[in-house]
């Protein structure tokens, strides 16, 4: 008789100590993240939005193994939404979940014929996919009692909305690693915010997560999303630095230095005999940052 079961290569010293770097990598950029901005605190109830995608398996793998680690106690509940979609395999997550033993709850809202209703045949769906998927997420958390939301937005997520404001927009302006949301009443995680998009496809590979595609508006190849996408990924295999700077810039800003008059009060703007080391030194030569982190 024919045996059905597949088994994984044995994994070479090299692998297993690259795997080993990559792990510990991931772990202590999320926990970095979390303790930067304060994600997570004593006692919350963190809902971890999964969508099936290798970011959110990711981020709900890295915040179990956190959460065994970490000096202050929190409960996790994985969330997913069932946005009826045709031919989504509705039993892969309840399996997953049940597996691993963690508290789950699948919230099933056919947002995927409002999307398809409203929207004309080959333009974008994101938009109003993401409005209507995080009002029904807002509402779960209020009902499951979650103090914070997470989801699985990485650097590079961070970066492309950060380019595409500043392009299409003609605004500075990009998905945070913490917020408040729309409607008030949740606080929003990003614990993934500082982990490149490159570590987590590594990771998922390693760990083998049931992945689920979306074929709603993950294929639609004419996103601008994805042109910025392109971009970065360019940058990266020239010279690493330019998203890893572009990134700590976000973290660095010097209102005086832009044109903000809402940032700064460039019209009430006088000398006052004070020295100041940040003055005029904008058009100094760049001192480039030898770092990727």
Same mark, same amino acid.
């Given at each position: 008789?024919?045996?059905?079961l597949?088994?994984?290569?044995?994994?070479?010293?090299?692998?297993?100590?690259?795997?080993?770097?990559?792990?510990?990598?991931?772990?202590?950029?999320?926990?970095?993240?979390?303790?930067?901005?304060?994600?997570?605190?004593?006692?919350?109830?963190?809902?971890?939005?999964?969508?099936?995608?290798?970011? $959110?398996?990711?981020?709900?793998?890295?915040?179990?193994?956190?959460? $065994?680690r970490?000096? =202050?106690?929190?409960? =996790?509940?994985?969330v997913?939404?069932?946005?009826?979609? !045709?031919?989504?395999?509705?039993?892969? &997550?309840?399996? %997953?979940?049940?597996?691993l033993?963690? !508290?789950?709850?699948?919230?099933?809202?056919?947002? %995927?014929?409002?999307?398809? /209703?409203?929207?004309?045949?080959?333009?974008?769906?994101?938009?109003?996919?993401?409005?209507? /998927?995080?009002?029904?997420?807002?509402?779960?958390?209020?009902?499951?009692?979650?103090?914070?939301?997470?989801?699985?937005?990485?650097?590079?997520?961070?970066?492309?909305?950060f380019?595409?404001?500043?392009?299409?927009?003609?605004?500075?302006?990009?998905?945070?690693?913490?917020?408040?949301?729309?409607?008030? /009443?949740?606080?929003?995680?990003? !614990?993934?915010?500082?982990?490149?998009? $490159?570590?987590?496809?590594?990771?998922?590979?390693?760990?083998?997560?049931?992945?689920?595609?979306?074929?709603?508006?993950?294929?639609?190849?004419?996103?601008?999303?994805?042109?910025?996408?392109?971009?970065?990924?360019?940058?990266?295999?020239?010279?690493?630095?330019?998203?890893?700077?572009?990134?700590?810039?976000?973290?660095?800003?010097?209102? $005086?230095?832009?044109?903000?008059?809402?940032?700064?009060?460039?019209a009430?703007?006088? !000398?006052?005999?004070?020295?100041?080391?940040?003055?005029?030194?904008?058009f100094?030569?760049?001192? &480039?940052?030898?770092?990727?982190?």
């Open positions: 008789m024919e045996s059905t597949t088994f994984m290569p044995r994994k070479t010293e090299k692998e297993r100590i690259d795997l080993n770097k990559l792990s510990k990598r991931i772990m202590r950029e999320a926990g970095r993240a979390i303790g930067d901005y304060n994600m997570i605190e004593q006692g919350d109830r963190v809902m971890v939005c999964l969508s099936g995608g290798k970011d $959110s398996y990711s981020m709900l793998d890295i915040l179990m193994t956190l959460k $065994s970490a000096p =202050i106690d929190f409960e =996790i509940i994985a997913n939404l069932d946005q009826k979609q !045709p031919g989504f395999p509705a039993e892969v &997550l309840p399996n %997953y979940l049940t597996n033993g963690i !508290p789950f709850h699948i919230e099933t809202e056919d947002t %995927y014929s409002i999307v398809k /209703r409203l929207i004309p045949e080959g333009k974008t769906t994101c938009s109003l996919c993401s409005r209507l /998927r995080r009002g029904v997420l807002y509402r779960v958390a209020g009902e499951l009692g979650a103090t914070k939301i997470a989801l699985g937005h990485h650097r590079d997520d961070i970066l492309a909305t380019f595409l404001n500043l392009f299409y927009g003609a605004k500075m302006k990009t998905m945070p690693p913490k917020l408040v949301s729309d409607d008030g /009443r949740n606080t929003v995680i990003r !614990p993934l915010a500082y982990i490149p998009e $490159s570590d987590l496809i590594a990771y998922s590979d390693w760990k083998q997560f049931p992945i689920i595609p979306c074929n709603l508006c993950g294929s639609q190849e004419n996103l601008k999303r994805q042109e910025i996408g392109r971009m970065l990924a360019e940058w990266d295999k020239k010279d690493p630095r330019r998203a890893w700077n572009t990134f700590k810039a976000l973290a660095n800003i010097a209102p $005086s230095h832009l044109m903000d008059r809402n940032l700064f009060d460039f009430g703007l006088k !000398p006052t005999g004070v020295p100041n080391a940040d003055g005029d030194k904008a100094d030569p760049v001192v &480039l940052d030898e770092g990727c982190d």
